[in-house]
């Protein structure tokens, strides 16, 4: 079974294509669909029916990351999500309201596996970090190729609230902030990030990646680390859900 549904449920979009779990590619466009607000469990798993009518597949194997901490296939935070998410067994919400034998992880984990087994981690011997910067802040570390789950570095304490609130996109834009003091505040938060973990590679996806050179020269980096963009950009997070179920069946 050599290809999977992958779909990446996000704050702003439900998104999904089919993906050659060998190769790591896309095999159709990747569809999106508005995610319904407010998020709720029936409302999110109604319009991830929906995408799912799209592709003409008789398969049954989705993966799915979601955006939050995914332990044995419950959801345990919302940072981003609706709080009735919290305490819900994800993979059975999934399997049972699509008719699908469902995998779920964390949307960033997805992301990680993708970079890691296709992308710019690939043989990379030590820890791979990725960071997506979007509505909130994701994180998914790899360690030789095996990923850590549930590193949530954007929930860190920052001043007063979590790092997500000073250093996502989202705050960028609601605070209309130059690529400098964006920059800047992204730069001290990954150099904490570099002092506690030590990493060999750090990967920064979501959508604001593409922007990088508008704003690498601000992040001030006090040790030699290579800062990359994620090679798959807005696809990782499909493509990682897929090669995630396929390491489940
Ligand atoms: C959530 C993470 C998620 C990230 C990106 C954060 O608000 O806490 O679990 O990976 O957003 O969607």
């Known amino acids: 079974m050599d290809t999977i549904l992958g779909i990446d449920v996000g704050g ?6 089919l993906v050659d779990v060998t190769t790591g590619k896309l095999l159709t466009e990747r569809h999106k669909i508005r995610t ?5 469990p029936a409302a999110v798993l109604a319009t991830t029916k929906e995408l799912i009518s799209l592709f003409n597949w008789e398969g049954k194997d989705i993966g799915i990351g979601f955006p939050c901490i995914v ?39 997805a992301a990680a596996v993708a970079e890691s087994q296709f992308g710019q981690g690939k ?42 609130k000073y250093v ?6 609601k605070k209309n902030l130059t690529w400098k003091e964006w ?5 001290k938060f990954l150099n904490h990030v570099v002092r506690i973990y030590s990493p060999d590679l750090i990967v920064l996806g979501g959508g604001v990646s593409k922007n990088f050179e508008l704003y690498e020269a601000y ?20 493509i990682g859900a897929a090669l995630y179920h396929k390491q489940n069946i």
């Open 12 to 17: 702003t979009g439900i998104k999904g294509a």
């Open 36 to 40: 319904p607000q407010p998020a709720d």
């Open 71 to 109: 332990k044995n296939g419950f959801c345990l935070s919302a940072n981003n999500i609706s709080k009735e998410w919290i305490g819900i067994n994800l993979v059975d919400h999934f399997s049972k309201g699509t008719n699908s034998n469902v995998s779920i992880l964390n949307d960033a984990d």
């Open 123 to 164: 043989n990379l011997k030590g820890l791979m970090i990725l960071i997506t910067i979007g509505t909130g802040i994701g994180s998914g570390f790899v360690y030789n190729g095996t990923l850590l789950p549930n590193v949530e570095l954007g929930s860190i304490k920052w001043k007063e609230k979590e790092v997500e």
């Open 168 to 173: 996502s996109n989202k705050t960028r834009n």
């Open 183 to 187: 920059g800047s505040e992204l730069g």
């Open 219 to 238: 992040l001030k980096m006090k040790q030699d680390v290579p800062i990359k963009t994620a090679s798959y950009l807005n696809a990782a997070g499909v």
